[in-house]
């Protein structure tokens, strides 16, 4: 209906404008500015796309309206996990910033991972009990292929409780070099979705 397109989301009807289109001069007179900022939407969008099923979890609590969680996770990406190159104004994507899970909840102590006989070990102290913190806390585990063009990953929502201290995952590549993040989940008897911690990136084991 003229300019407005009409989607529905949940079942609610939302309305938005048409993007306008732009000429061949207006292009051609875009500001560097811009380039960058285009630039740093593309590589997020890239990278997020693969892990959607991750945000639906690790960003439930962000769900707002037509707002999603994977809109929630583009968001904070875009503004918290770039840094520049050299002394250019170009920025790249720093995978140690992404977050994969965001709130409020304690998040671990101490978490490490490393490589075990058995596959790739998570291990943390136990603090429950501090803040709201509980000992039946569930930990969330992710894996992300660190290989060049790897999309593989492996993961546990509802992994080991906070105070077992330890969660082993036994990724589809034993042998690969995998990007690793840790976070914990905590049930929420009143919106029957999971209160979460902000995620902790280990690095590539």
Do not use: C
């Not at 790249?92 to 909840?105: A, F, P, T, Y």
């Not at 913190?133 to 790897?150: C, H, Q, R």
């Not at 999309?151 to 590549?173: C, I, M, Q, V, Y």
């Amino acid at each position: 209906m003229g300019d407005l397109i009409f989607y529905k989301v949940g079942g609610v009807t939302y309305a938005r404008r048409k993007p306008g289109k732009q000429s061949k001069s207006t292009k051609a007179r875009t500001s560097e500015r811009k380039r960058n900022s285009q630039s740093v939407s593309t590589q997020t969008q890239k990278f997020l796309k693969n892990i959607t099923h991750i945000l639906r979890f690790g960003y439930q609590n962000f769900e707002n309206g037509a707002s999603r969680p994977y809109h929630a996770a583009v968001s904070y990406t875009m503004k918290n996990s770039f840094k520049f190159v050299g002394t250019s104004a170009s920025k790249v994507l720093d995978i140690s910033l992404v977050k994969v899970s965001r709130g409020s909840l304690l998040g671990p102590q101490d978490p490490k991972v490393e490589r075990v006989p058995e596959g790739i070990k998570f291990a943390w102290t136990d603090n429950s009990l501090q803040a709201a913190a509980k000992s039946t806390d569930n930990v969330f585990v992710f894996l992300l292929s660190a290989e060049e063009n790897g999309s593989g990953s492996d993961w546990e929502f509802l992994g080991n409780t906070r105070d077992k201290e330890a969660h082993t995952l036994l990724p589809p590549n034993n042998s690969s070099q995998w990007h690793a993040w840790i976070a914990f989940s905590q049930e929420n008897p009143w919106t029957k979705k999971r209160d979460l911690s902000d995620s902790v990136y280990l690095g590539i084991v």
